[in-house]
T-cell receptor, first 108, second 115 residues
Framework: DAKTTQPPSMDCAEGRAANLPCNHSTISGNEYVYWYRQIHSQGPQYIIHGLKNNETNEMASLIITEDRKSSTLILPHATLRDTAVYYCIVRVSFDMRFGAGTRLTVKP | DTGVSQNPRHKITKRGQNVTFRCDPISEHNRLYWYRQTLGQGPEFLTYFQNEAQLEKSRLLSDRFSAERPKGSFSTLEIQRTEQGDSAMYLC?????????????FGQGTRLTVV
């Protein structure tokens, strides 16, 4: 699977949008971009995924650049409960390879 | 609760003992994964089943580890002759479908402590 690069940590003010970047410059044409998050001591939670078009669901929006070399996960109105480690994964096979992720801290 | 269920949630065992964990996937999910996660690290892939067939195994899955999924329903992960380095959270996930455009859902994990 293509390697991803994420900042190790980010802060966000409660109520503001949280924009989490991910670089995946070696992504191939058939590799999907997936985002999961993990709140302390819980299993990872699926957020959203996409191939090349931007996607939106009730949790977040996923913006993928036209060349697909990077993407941004957007949490439109971050709450304290969004504090977690966020993982960006690109996958071509059925298994998913997690990196270290970004630790997002939402502050009041 | 219709999510992925893992039992037990916590297990403390002495070094050298065998342990077995169980995962009950979401009903009718044909794909099942096992991952291991140590403190401060992301989950590491161990193995993958499609129905009852074990299709992929990580090099992390040493000879002391074995996973089964009889009849394509629940799965078990057994660790023989446990070592302190096996202490970790063991995560199970399940998914539905035959293509990559489908997400996987994780259980809450089994935390193993080897003393």
């Amino acid at each position: 699977d293509a390697k991803t690069t994420q900042p190790p940590s980010m802060d966000c003010a409660e109520g503001r949008a949280a924009n989490l970047p991910c670089n995946h410059s070696t992504i191939s044409g058939n590799e999907y971009v997936y985002w999961y998050r993990q709140i302390h001591s819980q299993g990872p939670q699926y957020i959203i995924h996409g191939l090349k078009n931007n996607e939106t669901n009730e949790m977040a929006s996923l913006i993928i650049t036209e060349d697909r070399k990077s993407s941004t996960l957007i949490l439109p109105h971050a709450t304290l409960r969004d504090t977690a480690v966020y993982y960006c994964i690109v996958r071509v096979s059925f298994d998913m390879r997690f990196g270290a992720g970004t630790r997002l801290t939402v502050k009041p | 609760d219709t999510g992925v269920s893992q039992n037990p949630r916590h297990k403390i065992t002495k070094r050298g003992q065998n342990v077995t964990f169980r995962c009950d996937p979401i009903s009718e999910h044909n794909r099942l994964y096992w991952y291991r996660q140590t403190l401060g690290q992301g989950p590491e892939f161990l193995t993958y089943f499609q129905n009852e067939a074990q299709l992929e195994k990580s090099r992390l899955l040493s000879d002391r580890f074995s996973a089964e999924r009889p009849k394509g329903s629940f799965s078990t992960l057994e660790i023989q002759r446990t070592e302190q380095g096996d202490s970790a959270m063991y995560l199970c996930a399940s998914g539905l479908g035959q293509n990559l455009n489908t997400e996987a859902f994780f259980g809450q994990g089994t935390r193993l402590t080897v003393v």
